[in-house]
């Protein structure tokens, strides 16, 4: 699948679960800037796949505050009444969504595939930047804030 | 009295989205109980009177699927009705789903009125 086509799906699908799971839209960023890091700190998931004859990953990288909002909006309440962990709870939960969607959307819904429980971990200004700049991502908008999204098919 | 609900899911962020859902629902629920994964699930299974589940398939320690296999081994949990949440989209997995006894399949993120019809329809 050609590059361009692999980010076309990943904008439609994270566009269609964003809208449909938090009410928040979704465009694409041609010109992230690596050096702008006012977005951090930031989050990352990442869930992997695996059917009979394919395996891969679905990565996804946020700004803490983004995650925050989306908490928000799922839940339908307040930042300051949001649960423990809710952030990072609401990005796994998306990814795994967005996997489901992804996969169905990729290869039809005749393969069964096994996911993985989605993992976080934070990320620094360092990272984000290295992130923009080493160009393997995605970079699209959520509500005027950054989203790096990466999908890789490793067989 | 009000249907005892089970919602089995490892992300409170779901666990919270069904209790919403289910209490702004014009459906009578008594009480909510909670769980992380199927063998949690099991346990208040066990310890209370639950009248509907939801589960998710993918769970750590034990899953949805091994959690509903269990159920269907004791007489009493098998009449339970069982509503699967899940990601899940491959047609294999839902029909074998519907195989081992489950009433209802639900995608995820679930629109709330079709979650309102699915489970209205279960329950009465």
Avoid at chain 1, 14 to 37: I, K, Q, R
Avoid at chain 1, 51 to 62: H, I, M, Q, T, Y
Avoid at chain 1, 107 to 120: A, C, N, R
Avoid at chain 2, 41 to 68: C, H, K, R, S, Y
Wanted: some cysteine.
């Amino acid at each position: 699948m050609k590059t361009q086509d692999n980010n076309a799906l990943l904008l439609e699908v994270f566009s269609a679960v964003f809208e449909e799971f938090a009410f928040m839209f979704v465009e694409a960023e041609p010109d992230l800037d690596p050096g702008d890091t006012r977005y951090c700190p930031c989050l990352q998931a990442e869930i992997s796949f695996e059917s009979r004859d394919k395996k891969g990953f679905l990565e996804a990288v946020a700004p803490a505050d983004v995650c925050a909002e989306l908490a928000e909006n799922i839940l339908g309440t307040e930042q300051d009444e949001l649960p423990e962990q809710a952030e990072e709870q609401a990005l796994t939960e998306l990814l795994n969504v967005s996997c489901g969607y992804l996969l169905a959307e990729r290869f039809g819904t005749e393969e069964v595939f096994d996911l993985s429980i989605p993992q976080t971990r934070p990320v620094d200004e360092q990272e984000w930047s290295a992130l923009v700049e080493e160009d393997s991502h995605v970079c699209l908008l959520v509500d005027e804030s950054p989203l790096l999204a990466r999908f890789v098919l490793q067989q | 009295m009000g249907y005892n609900v089970l919602i089995v899911d490892n992300s409170m962020i779901i666990r919270k989205m069904v209790a919403k859902t289910l209490s702004i629902s014009d459906l009578d629920i008594g009480e909510y109980y909670f769980a992380e994964n199927g063998r949690q699930g099991l346990e208040q299974l066990d310890a209370n009177w639950i009248d509907i589940v939801f589960a998710d398939i993918n769970m750590p320690e034990m899953n949805g699927i091994e959690m509903i296999e269990q159920m269907q081994k004791q007489e009493m949990l098998s009449t339970i009705p069982v509503v699967v949440i899940s990601t899940e989209r491959s047609r294999q997995r839902i029909e074998s789903l519907k195989a081992m006894g489950v009433r209802a399949y639900l995608q995820k993120p679930f629109v709330p009125e079709e979650f309102a019809r699915v489970v209205k329809e279960l329950l009465h």
